[in-house]
């Protein structure tokens, strides 16, 4: 079946769209975030008047300009990249997924950018109110459009409030309110954002330790870490437990990216969770078969966690990658061979219903086809498995080999999982201890605590990415769960396209890179201006 | 409403989006100036700082017609995007550059030396006006694609875009909105910097750029009036060329064509004031003027039984607003989003009147409390 595929295209399209998102997501976090963190120390000022507030607030602000600039060049790029390597996709399925990415520029990019010319040029050409709730403008617009890309993402996750329309040959939104209110997305906008709240404080909090460490602009921060440190305290307890409803949505919603976050081969009840773990083997999902087992050199388990964090109850079953695979019919999991077969059914039935409706539009067999695709139970038990057709093979033991090609690529989904959790926790505790040291007014005299603050600025960025790759990587092989592979999602283009702009992007944002963090750590550097008038 | 008037309504919002746009475009046509009109290094500042406040609007209009085009018309956004893929890619390059290159250019260790942001800000200038210009004349002159029963597209050309280089009638709007960049540019510049020495320069500048925009914008104008479009039958749907489509299309609609009109009058009336006056306000006519000009001309690509986005090789493959508009049920929805545009200007126009109420001087580059470019 997949001999009309070419895998080296996807393959060159799928590396060209996560090196644009990765590096989209270096920047975008850190705006998400320390726009708050300038909104709150902004708001300090007004309320004080004391000017160090505002020289502090414009110091970050700099900051955040030089950021702010190169996450927008790389936002425009992810959009038009739909249309240009991903036609196939933004056609089955542009009329659900165009929307958020409309409104994002309708209510939150112009938003952003109009505020923050105030925020940047205003100072002394609009009152001190004007500029205040500019500077809040700000930071909502960045959180709007951060809301409505990650509605379009979490659409793609869990594709909710939709009908297939066989006329048009795509999937149709039949309402809104599921698409933007479904529980996927309410949970991804917030982990997502608050990720970017705890890395923004994260930021702030190092370089502050920095300076702590040079002993310059004392001042200054100390009181950066505690805005940011209780801002990152608080976000951080929100991360977390979104985290945790974020898992029992996806045991739901997408149980073989669940499976493939613990490496769990086997189904069972009270399944323990791998707190820490080395998995033995490489390439892991492309030499699966019936008789694999997951193997570790190493692993640290707490029992029966891994049903608390899915179920919230310690002797649930949860299904392991084998059981999604070959069906479980004890625990009601349908096998990938049946889901193919009918998912195979559904894709004849469209090809039938075109032929028929050029054939005889008047025709009883035009009728009949057209009937069923309005049938709720042909598109509850077919078209719902619509992308598992592609996985079909008359040969029932290709099909079967077929089967299992379908899971994501486990060793890097653990890995990716398990590095964002443990980074998320030392996070908060790390924030606890600053705060605490803060207060008690004696930070500054520990300099290896400091050192950590500092190095623990590229960790924050480590966490955030392998949230990323966990909820992307971990979703393969689908671009819309069920619906429709990646494979499929492709612009019909030569590879050596695709392969030529992957490398032009690449020196780009090599380039691009460079300059930015020379410019920020110069920016550091130099430090905020002596005094503020 | 029917879905037929949705699917005229988002036409007029895309028409809109890319009238915005291009008005908008004085900010790249300013970028091509800096070399030519800055003799010091105050002047060059001053000219970088008034675009360097309005960029990101430019930007953000460009990021949001491609959103509502993909809302409203994912045919479109599916099969232009992937099909003329080395066109929109070389397009993206040119804003990416610019994104960066206003906020690097000036701070100490940036890597790649102000003079090198400055040449990436005129590259943006010149290829995101030209290749615009030249992709949207395909809307007229039409591309090679054919798409299939599944509604999957396939570009018929190897060159993936660049072949729309290789006519002349795509060409010629692509100078046309190069050139009247430029123009946009210059007037702008007049309007928001009082400088005695620059002014003069900025206005000998103006009628060098006009001529050549009059001049590509009539032959590109003239040719369309008298080439064969590619019209719909809307009873069946049927897409086939028929001779002097887009004049029918002006006498058939005549609003369409009076205001067409009017903008055309509107721009050379900003010129000529700019030219043969003291007037600093030659942006607001040139530029109202722009606005109603291309707004009209993207109406009538798309009203009237016409396929907006027509495909030379295969005439049934053609995009009209009818066979490639998203579902009634989305149109409505993203028709709810947009009466939310009206409050986005207001709060714009708002925003820009209380930091832009005086043309910039020297004197302000001095200013401590400026974010100087």
Request: glycine share 6%; aromatic share 16%; hydrophobic share 50%.
């Amino acid at each position: 079946m997949f001999e009309n595929i070419d895998f080296t295209l996807v393959n060159w399209s799928r590396a060209q769209f996560a090196l644009t998102a990765m590096f989209h997501w270096i920047f975008v976090p850190l705006t998400i975030g320390i726009t708050y963190i300038l909104a709150f120390m902004e708001t300090i000022y007004y309320r004080t008047g004391d000017p160090e507030w505002k020289r502090i607030t414009k110091y970050w602000m700099k900051i955040f300009g030089i950021n702010f600039a190169i996450g927008v060049a790389t936002g425009i790029i992810l959009e038009f990249e739909f249309g240009t390597n991903w036609s196939n996709y933004s056609w089955f399925v542009g009329d659900i997924f165009g929307a958020p990415l409309a409104i994002e520029g309708i209510m939150a990019f112009f938003m952003e950018s109009t505020f923050i010319a105030i925020m940047f040029f205003g100072w002394d050409k609009v009152s001190k109110r004007f500029h205040l709730v500019s500077t809040w403008l700000t930071a909502f617009g960045a959180s709007l459009s951060a809301l409505w890309i990650l509605v379009a993402n979490s659409w793609m996750q869990n594709p909710v409030g939709t009908k297939f329309n066989p006329d048009m040959a795509r999937n149709e939104m039949t309402n809104f309110w599921d698409v933007l209110l479904s529980p996927t997305a309410v949970n991804k906008f917030l982990h997502t954002i608050t990720s970017g709240f705890v890395l923004a404080a994260i930021f702030v909090i190092g370089v502050s330790a920095w300076y702590l460490i040079k002993r310059r602009e004392l001042l200054l921060a100390k009181r950066s870490i505690v805005v940011s440190a209780s801002f990152g305290l608080l976000s951080s307890l929100i991360l977390i437990a979104t985290g945790d409803s974020s898992a029992k949505e996806i045991v739901k919603t997408q149980p073989m990216k669940f499976a493939a976050m613990e490496s769990l081969y086997e189904g069972k009840e009270g399944a323990g969770l791998v707190a820490f773990g080395i998995l033995k083997g490489k390439d892991l999902h492309k030499n699966l078969d019936e008789d694999s087992q997951a193997e570790f050199h190493i692993k640290i388990e707490v029992p029966s966690m891994l049903s608390i964090l899915a179920y919230n109850d310690p002797n649930a079953y949860v299904a392991g990658i084998k059981d999604l695979i070959m069906g479980n019919e004890e625990r009601g999991i349908m096998s990938y061979h049946e889901k193919i077969r009918r998912g195979y059914e559904a894709q004849q039935a469209l090809v039938a219903y075109k032929k028929a409706q050029k054939e005889d539009p008047e025709g009883e067999e035009y009728k009949a086809l057209r009937a069923r695709f309005e049938d709720p139970e042909f598109n509850d038990d077919y078209m719902r498995y619509f992308g598992y057709g592609n996985y079909y093979d008359p040969d029932p033991e290709k099909l079967e080999a077929n089967a299992f090609r379908m899971v994501p690529p486990i060793s890097m989904t653990f890995y990716a999982f398990h590095i964002m959790v443990m980074l998320g926790g030392y996070f908060l505790l790390l924030f606890i201890v600053v705060l605490y040291l803060v207060f008690r007014n004696t930070l500054h005299t520990k300099k290896w605590l400091l050192w950590i603050c500092v190095w623990t600025i590229p960790l924050a960025y480590v966490a955030s990415q392998a949230g990323w790759i966990v909820a992307e990587v971990g979703r393969q092989p689908w671009v819309i769960q069920d619906l429709m592979p990646t494979m499929k999602a492709v612009t019909n283009i030569d590879a050596g396209a695709v392969m030529t702009t992957f490398f032009l992007f690449t020196v780009v944002f090599i380039g691009l890179f460079i300059a930015e963090v020379k410019i920020m750590l110069k920016q550091i550097k130099i430090g905020p201006k002596k005094k503020e008038e | 409403m029917s879905h037929l008037a949705l699917q005229h309504y988002w036409w007029f919002i895309i028409s809109v989006l890319g009238a915005v746009l291009v008005l908008l475009m004085f900010v790249q046509g300013g970028q091509t100036l800096f070399a030519c009109l800055a003799r010091d290094n105050d002047e060059r500042t001053m000219l970088i700082n008034v675009l360097g406040r309005k960029w990101e609007f430019t930007f953000t209009t460009l990021v949001t017609f491609g959103g509502a085009f993909f809302a409203a018309f994912p045919l479109f956004y599916s099969t232009s995007f992937g099909g003329a893929y080395a066109a929109w890619i070389i397009l993206l390059f040119a804003f990416v550059f610019q994104a960066v290159s206003y906020e690097f250019r000036s701070r100490p260790n940036n890597f790649f030396g102000a003079k090198t942001y400055e040449v990436l800000l005129f590259i943006n200038g010149l290829l995101g006006t030209f290749l615009v210009g030249v992709v949207v004349a395909s809307f007229f002159t039409g591309s090679q694609f054919f798409i299939n029963d599944m509604n999957e597209s396939f570009w018929q050309s190897p060159l993936r875009g660049i072949e729309l280089l290789f006519n002349l009638h795509n060409l010629m709007l692509g100078l046309a909105v190069f050139f009247l960049a430029r123009t946009l540019g210059l007037l702008y510049f007049l309007n928001s910097i009082s400088d005695e020495a620059l002014e003069s320069r900025i206005r000998s500048k103006v009628p060098r750029n006009a001529i050549p925009f009059v001049v590509s914008f009539l032959v590109f104008f003239i040719w369309l009036l008298f080439r064969d479009g590619f019209a719909v039958n809307p009873a069946n749907g049927e897409v086939f060329l028929q001779a002097n489509k887009y004049l029918h299309n002006f006498l058939e609609m005549p609003i369409v064509g009076l205001l067409l009109l009017a903008g055309v009058v509107l721009v050379l009336w900003g010129i000529g004031i700019s030219i043969f006056t003291k007037s600093n306000k030659g942006i607001w006519y040139t530029g109202g003027g722009t606005f109603l000009a291309v707004l009209n001309l993207l109406l009538a690509a798309g009203y009237n039984n016409t396929a907006f986005y027509p495909s030379s090789y295969d005439l049934q493959s053609s995009i009209t607003i009818v066979n490639g508009s998203s579902s009634h049920f989305t149109l409505t929805v993203m028709s709810y989003v947009s009466l939310l545009v009206p409050f986005v200007i207001v709060y714009i126009w708002y925003a820009w009147r209380s930091i832009n109420n005086k043309p910039m001087t020297r004197e302000e580059l001095k200013s401590t409390d400026s974010h100087i470019y």
